[in-house]
Every structure is written in C-alpha cells, then in structure tokens.
T-cell receptor
Framework: DTGVSQDPRHKITKRGQNVTFRCDPI?????LYWYRQTLGQGPEFLTY????????KSRLLSDRFSAERPKGSFSTLEIQRTEQGDSAMYLC??????????????FGEGSRLTVL | AQTVTQSQPEMSVQEAETVTLSCTYD???????LFWYKQPPSRQMILVIR??????QNATENRFSVNFQKAAKSFSLKISDSQLGDTAMYFC??????????????FGKGTLLTVNP
C-alpha cells in the first residue's frame, strides 16, 4: 500500500484557465474527501464520496468546482475559470470510516495551485 | 455546526522538554471523536492521536498524550521529550460519530510548533 497519492503536486496557471487534480486513495478505502487549505488556516472540507456517490458538498464548492469519482476508485477535482482566490493547497484523504476502522483519514501530500 | 479553536498560532520548545498545545471545541453532539494531526513542512498530514468522547481515559501514544475535558470541551496535546522531528503544524480536529454521518473532519487553524536544539 503506497498511501494516498495526488497529482500534480504543483500547478501554476493563469486566471481563467481550467485545472484538474487527481487523487488515488488507498485501494481498500471506500470514503474519499477533498479539502482546501490556505496559508495559515486549517483544511476546510469541500466534498465527500462514498464509493462513487458524491454525498456531500460544502458551500465552499462553487459552480466552478466539480468532483468525480468514477467506479469508486480515483477521484478528480476540476476548477473551471480559475480565480486568484482559488490559490490554495488541495488535499485529498481517504478512509474506511468508523465501521471498518478508527475513522482516521489518510491524507495525500496535496496539490498546490497558484493562480496568476 | 461544530467549531474547533486553537488559540496558539505558534509555539516553541527546547529539545527534550515538554510542551502542551491547546484546543477547544464546540458541539451539540454527544458522540464524537477528537484527533490531533501533524503536518510537517512540505509533507503530508499524519495522525498523532485519537480520542473517543465516550472514553474517560485520556489517550496516549508514546510521547504524545491528551488531556480530554469533556465538560469543558477541551482537548489539549502534550508532547514529552520533544524531538527536532516534532517540528510541524499541529491541527486539532473533530469528527461526528453519529451513524450515517460522513465522518468528515472539522479542523482548527493549527499551531506551528518549533523544536529548538
């Protein structure tokens, strides 16, 4: 098990461009989370998948954001028409939940987005 | 909604000494979990310690222990025999344990701990 992996690790883009981040969770984990972390802040919840179903979306997730988890495996987070305020670290995490484990979320190293 | 407050943005400690990081939370839930996560510079966040709210006994993991005061909604982390590798951002986090919830974490803003040689 190689842990949660995220790609790309860093992305620099111009305002108005679209970007997509990918997350590969730990293979046995059915739950997948996206968080956003800005400088000096704790991670903020964006969205949650159980298997392939997106079960919760934060109000932070504007219409420009879309997330998918086809076949309940990897997940993508797309940001359309990026704005400078989107600059942040995007963290992916996966877990078994409490039924199959301790509830611990396992995090990837994050994808850092810089919008110029 | 749950809130988690970490009132110490930064702390420092000398190697081998003990330091305590503070965390308070607010919730109306009766069943929940509390976590401390560590985020080293440019590295992924990892779990340090976990506490179930229904357990009165404070959790310990080697040099890390918590002081869980449920009535006061306080959850502090004590690091004994601090090591240089403990230098990191520490986040306190809350998770509802209600059946059917999403088991997502709500984080505080973090405390940057620096261990000095």
């Amino acid at each position: 098990d190689t842990g949660v992996s995220q790609d790309p690790r860093h992305k620099i883009t111009k305002r108005g461009q679209n970007v997509t981040f990918r997350c590969d969770p730990i293979s046995e984990h059915n739950r997948l989370y996206w968080y956003r972390q800005t400088l000096g802040q704790g991670p903020e919840f964006l969205t949650y998948f159980q298997n392939e179903a997106q079960l919760e979306k934060s109000r932070l997730l504007s219409d420009r954001f879309s997330a998918e988890r086809p076949k309940g495996s990897f997940s993508t987070l797309e940001i359309q028409r990026t704005e400078q305020g989107d600059s942040a670290m995007y963290l992916c995490a996966s877990s078994y939940g409490l039924a199959g484990g301790t509830g611990e979320l396992f995090f990837g190293e994050g994808s850092r987005l810089t919008v110029l | 909604a749950q809130t988690v407050t970490q009132s110490q943005p930064e702390m420092s400690v000398q190697e081998a000494e003990t330091v305590t990081l503070s965390c308070t939370y607010d919730t109306s839930e009766s069943n929940y979990y509390l976590f401390w996560y560590k985020q080293p510079p440019s590295r992924q966040m990892i779990l340090v310690i976990r506490q179930e709210a229904y357990k009165q006994q404070n959790a310990t993991e080697n040099r890390f222990s918590v002081n869980f005061q449920k009535a006061a909604k306080s959850f502090s982390l004590k690091i004994s025999d601090s090591q240089l590798g403990d230098t990191a951002m520490y986040f306190c986090a809350f998770m509802k344990a209600r059946r059917g919830s999403n088991y997502k974490l709500t984080f505080g803003k973090g405390t940057l701990l620096t261990v000095n040689p």
